[in-house]
């Protein structure tokens, strides 16, 4: 968001762009995030663990998985996180690789909601090159952004530091004595995460690896679409 501000000041971009791209946090906000929490709770269930569901976080109603710091990160850097879902390990027949799986799930939806937004807009990209039609660009630009923006939060989840799930995958890999020292310092990592973020230390290597996936899942979507031109 602060790049696009900046061209935007620079007279790089367009207003639409700008408004387009709000528009697509703004969506992904509500959506994306949601059902990011919405994927660990209901797995979480599923495994045998109930306590999401007495929690209320087995829902997509964005008001129960908001957290404000983590949208802020979001309009700002393009990475954040939403309120982490409340699990209980021992709950788990299988603790260690359950609790793997129901980390795994959010980050998986990001990148689900992003291979869906990329296949939409280039649907509509086909459908703008035979008709024409003008304001399919700004959709097509609207799915673009909202599948980088998923894939951008896909990709700083699977961060292994708390609070993030990436921290939930080192309980499969750590023992427990291990993992829970890490806890004990979870605040600190987080202050520490932001300042990397703010700084750009952090936010370059994220947008590299972001931008690969996104180029995977464009090449492979548009595959079918370059023998039909």
Do not use: W
């Not at 209980?88 to 799986?101: E, L, T, V």
């Amino acid at each position: 968001m602060l790049s696009f501000l900046l061209d935007f000041i620079r007279g790089d971009l367009k207003a639409i762009d700008l408004i387009v791209y709000v528009l697509s946090i703004t969506y992904v906000c509500l959506c994306a995030t949601p059902l990011h929490e919405f994927a660990h709770a209901f797995v979480a269930v599923k495994l045998g663990d109930d306590t999401p569901r007495l929690r209320g976080r087995v829902t997509i109603n964005p008001m129960a998985h908001v957290d404000p710091l983590g949208i802020l990160m979001i309009f700002l850097f393009g990475f954040g996180y939403a309120k982490p879902v409340e699990v209980r390990m021992r709950n788990f027949k299988k603790p260690k690789r359950d609790m793997a799986i129901v980390a795994l799930a959010g980050p998986l939806s990001n990148f689900l909601q992003a291979f869906v937004y990329l296949l939409i807009s280039a649907v509509l990209s086909v459908v703008l090159v035979f008709t024409g039609i003008a304001p399919l660009e700004y959709i097509c630009m609207f799915f673009t952004f909202a599948a980088l923006i998923n894939i951008r939060l896909g990709v700083f989840n699977m961060i292994p530091v708390p609070p993030l799930d990436g921290s939930r995958l080192l309980t499969a890999l750590l023992p427990a004595k291990a993992y829970f020292k890490i806890m004990q310092y979870e605040r600190y990592i987080s202050i520490g995460l932001m300042l990397l973020l703010f700084t750009g230390v952090l936010s370059t290597p994220l947008a590299k690896i972001s931008e690969f996936i996104y180029n995977i899942f464009e090449f492979i979507i548009f595959l079918p679409f370059s023998f039909i031109g």
